[in-house]
C-alpha cells in the first residue's frame, strides 16, 4: 500500500566553492515511502536556516562530510510525528532534529535530537535560542568564555541568533557587554532589546574610533562569530588572561586559497591569553542542561529573542544567502505551518 504524503524537498544541485546561492539547489517532489520496522514519520512544521550550513555543502574539509549532490540538504527541524512503527516514539510527539529541507523525513529515530518539551513555548524557539544556537551560546562563553563578574564581553554578529543570546547570558551573570552589529537597526536591537552596554556599527567609517571607546578598559573575553577585519580590531585589544572563542568566520567568503591578515600569536603571547574553537557536538550529552536553563530565562523575561520566518519551502534555496547579505534580523527560520496539535 502506498503511502498517502507527497513530499517537497530541497536537494543539492551542484557543489558551491564559497556562499551556496539558490542556483545551487533545486526543489523536487517525490512520494513518502511506507514506514518500515523501527521507523517514524516526521512532518516538519519549521526548517533552520545556519550560518553553518556553507560549510555543509563546500567541498572544503569541514568537521561533517558534505552534503552529497542530489541528497536532502542537511538541516534542523521541527515537526510532529504523523506515523511511527518505533517503540520510542508515538503518532503526535513533537520532535527536532537533523530532519532536513524537506515537508516530510522518515528516520529510525538517530536523526532526531530530542523531543520538544516546552511546549508552553513557539516550537520555533526549538531551531533558536532553545535550539543550536541557544544552546551554542551557553556552552561556548560558560566553557569557553569562562567569564566573570565584571569581565568585559566583546560579541560580533551580536543582534544575531547566537551572539544576542551571548550578550543577554554574560550581562546576566554580571559581565559588561559590548556588542558589534552591520547597520543602525541592528545596534539599535543590541541596545534596547539585546541590553548590551554599548554597540557599535562595523559598517560606518568610524568603527575602529568607536570600538575603542566602548572598550576602554580592554576585552577580557571576545566571541568571535566573524573572524576578517572586525577580529583584526579587537584582538590586539585583549586584557591579560582573556579568553577568546572562535564560534564562526562569517565575514571570510572563500577559504581557499587560504586568506592571510594580522598574526596574533604575539598577543596571545604577551596577555597570556587563550583561544579556543568550539562546536556544540561536543556537547551533546548536555543539551538538556542548555535548553533548560535557557526555556526558564525566557519564561523569566530574562533572555529576549528576535525571529525572521520564510514563509514556504521555496524560499529555502535563497535562505543561506540571503544570511551573508546581512538581510536578517536574528534568527532565520522557513515555516511550513504550523498547525501542530
Known amino acids: 500500500m502506498s503511502s498517502p504524503f507527497v513530499n517537497r524537498r530541497v536537494v543539492l544541485a551542484s557543489r558551491p566553492a564559497g556562499i551556496p546561492q539558490a542556483e545551487h539547489f533545486k526543489i523536487e517532489t517525490a512520494s513518502v515511502p511506507e514506514l518500515e520496522a523501527g521507523q517514524i514519520l516526521v512532518r516538519n512544521a519549521y526548517l533552520s536556516v545556519e550560518p553553518a550550513m556553507r560549510g555543509w555543502v563546500n567541498a572544503a574539509a569541514n568537521y561533517s562530510d558534505p552534503v552529497g549532490i542530489g541528497e536532502v540538504m542537511r538541516s534542523f527541524a521541527a515537526g510532529q510525528v504523523v506515523a511511527s512503527r518505533h517503540p520510542d516514539y508515538a503518532e503526535g510527539d513533537v520532535v527536532m532534529g537533523m530532519l532536513g529541507w524537506q515537508d516530510y523525513a522518515i528516520t529510525d529515530g538517530r536523526a532526531i535530537r530530542r523531543k520538544v518539551r516546552e511546549r508552553d513555548l513557539p516550537l520555533s524557539l526549538s531551531l533558536g535560542v532553545l535550539g ?39 550581562k546576566g551573570w554580571g559581565c559588561r557587554t559590548v556588542g558589534i552589529a552591520g547597520g543602525a537597526e541592528k545596534v539599535a536591537l543590541c541596545r534596547n532589546v539585546f541590553g548590551f552596554d554599548a554597540a557599535v556599527d562595523y559598517k560606518e567609517a568610524d568603527f575602529e574610533a568607536a570600538f575603542n571607546a566602548a572598550s576602554a578598559d580592554g576585552v577580557d573575553v571576545y566571541f568571535d562569530n566573524t573572524s576578517g577585519r572586525i577580529s583584526d580590531l579587537v584582538v590586539p585589544r585583549i586584557n591579560k588572561n582573556a579568553r577568546i572563542v572562535i564560534c564562526g568566520t562569517a565575514s571570510v567568503s572563500n577559504w581557499q586559497p587560504w586568506p592571510t591578515g594580522p598574526r596574533v600569536e604575539r598577543h596571545l603571547l604577551n596577555k597570556t591569553a587563550t583561544m579556543q574553537g568550539f562546536l556544540v557536538w561536543d556537547y551533546e550529552s548536555r543539551y538538556e542542561e542548555a535548553v533548560a536553563y535557557l ?47
Do not use: M, W
Request: with cysteine; charged share 25%.
Open 132 to 170: 543550536i544556537n541557544g544552546v551554542t551560546a551557553y556552552f561556548a562563553l560558560k566553557e569557553c568564555g569562562r567569564p566573570h563578574a565584571g569581565d568585559t564581553v566583546v560579541v560580533s554578529t551580536a543582534a544575531g541568533a547566537v551572539g544576542s543570546a551571548v550578550g543577554q547570558l554574560a
Open 295 to 341: 526555556a526558564q530565562q525566557i519564561r523569566e523575561h530574562r533572555l529576549n529573542y528576535r525571529e525572521e520566518v520564510l514563509e514556504g519551502i521555496d524560499a529555502a534555496p535563497d535562505a543561506i544567502a540571503g544570511l551573508y547579505r546581512g538581510e536578517n534580523i536574528g534568527k532565520r527560520l522557513i515555516r511550513l505551518h504550523d498547525d501542530i496539535v
